[in-house]
Every structure is written in structure tokens, then in C-alpha cells.
């Protein structure tokens, strides 16, 4: 028994499965038709955290299932 039942925890999922790719497309997009640029510092750290966010997302819903 967690706080999240296995609906939460796909909503959750889908949410923050739909930030990261959005976020992740319009990055390669922007790359794309601007060869020169560099992300920043700060586009690294919120990239990082997407990601960290959504693996430890699936993990909680893969656990939520296998439970």
C-alpha cells in the first residue's frame, strides 16, 4: 500500500512522459534549424531533472504493478 493507487500513478506518467518529450523534440528542433547552439546551464539542469523525474516515474509504476 502506497499513497498513489496504480490510476495516480499512470496519470502521473502520461504527464510527466508528455513534459519530457515535448520538452526533448523541441530541443533536437531547436538544434536542428540552429546548428551553432549550446544549451545552457540552466536547460541542462531542467533537462536533468525531467529525466531523473520521469525514470523515477516508471519505476514507481512498474512497482505499482508488480505489487
Not at 523534440?25 to 536542428?32: E, G
Amino acid at each position: 500500500m502506497g499513497y498513489f493507487n496504480e490510476e495516480d500513478i499512470m496519470i502521473l506518467l502520461i504527464t510527466i512522459g508528455f513534459i519530457y518529450l515535448v520538452t526533448v523534440i523541441s530541443i533536437l528542433f531547436y538544434k536542428h534549424l540552429h546548428k551553432d547552439f549550446e544549451m545552457s546551464n540552466y536547460q541542462k539542469a531542467i533537462l536533468t531533472v525531467l529525466t531523473i523525474l520521469f525514470l523515477v516515474v516508471i519505476y514507481s509504476a512498474i512497482m505499482a504493478t508488480v505489487n
